[in-house]
């Protein structure tokens, strides 16, 4: 079964708004990713959020991990049409050796 | 550099016919990674090598084989294709073992079973 579901499905923005995608799991974990897959390719990796960190920036992406609820969110500021692609957050277990992912945010981004 | 190479990028099958997926990394990573992607499913993991030498079963693994044939390569086997088997498959490496660092993502398999 999946250990992180992202929310919402679909999501669809003007260009220049922000977006937020979230993502519950429901085991204790050591660290939390997010991916984007743009349509037909491979997925990218963005950001990398420990279980002893609350917040991560990197460029226009800002990350939140609340352990205490098992949940994180992703928020994409000033997006882009390039932003547009389906975003994933991927879990551990603690102690394995396996990420695990969720069913992904579909996120379009209207010019 | 070439990271994560996979091949083919395309097949299609009969049902009951056989195949072997290939990826190979080029970061001299430790752990490599298949997993495969549906419509509404995400990505699930169907098996891991951790290290050279060592291999794992993920969440799905029933119909599938793999070899860890050296630290480079990672081979997924389909030893009698079947319809469900339908969907695009991802090879990944990471440098640490473990789930504790990036993963990076070849550019997939598209696989059809009639």
């Known amino acids: 079964s999946q250990q992180g579901e992202e929310d919402p499905q679909a999501l669809s923005i003007q260009e220049g708004e922000n977006a937020t995608m979230n993502c519950s799991y429901k085991?204790?974990?050591?660290?939390l990713q997010w991916y984007r897959q743009n349509s037909g390719r491979g997925l990218v990796h963005l950001i990398l959020?420990?279980?002893?960190?609350r917040e991560k920036h990197s460029g226009r992406l800002r990350v939140t991990l609340d352990t205490s609820k098992k949940s994180s969110s992703l928020l994409i500021t000033a997006s882009r049409a390039a932003d547009t692609a389906s975003y994933f957050c991927?879990?551990?277990?603690?102690?394995?050796?396996?990420?695990?992912f969720g069913q992904g945010t579909r996120l379009t981004i209207n010019p | 550099n070439a990271g994560v190479t996979q091949t083919p990028k395309f097949q299609v099958l009969k049902t009951g016919q056989s195949m072997t997926l290939q990826c190979a990394q080029d970061m001299n990573h430790n752990s490599m990674y298949w997993y495969r992607q549906d419509p509404g499913m995400g990505l699930r993991l169907i098996y891991y090598s951790a290290s050279e030498g060592t291999t794992d079963k993920g969440e799905v693994p029933n119909g599938y084989n793999v070899s860890r044939l050296n630290k480079r390569e990672f081979s997924l086997r389909l030893e009698s294709a079947a319809p469900s088997q339908t969907s695009v498959y991802f090879c990944?490496?990471?440098?640490?073992?473990?789930?504790?660092?990036?993963?990076?993502f070849g550019e997939g398999s598209r696989l059809t079973v009639l």
């Open positions: 991927a879990t551990d277990h603690q102690g394995a050796q396996k990420l695990v």
């Open positions: 085991t204790s974990i050591n660290n």
């Open positions: 990944a490496s990471s440098r640490e073992g473990g789930a504790t660092g990036e993963l990076f």
């Open positions: 959020i420990r279980s002893n960190e």
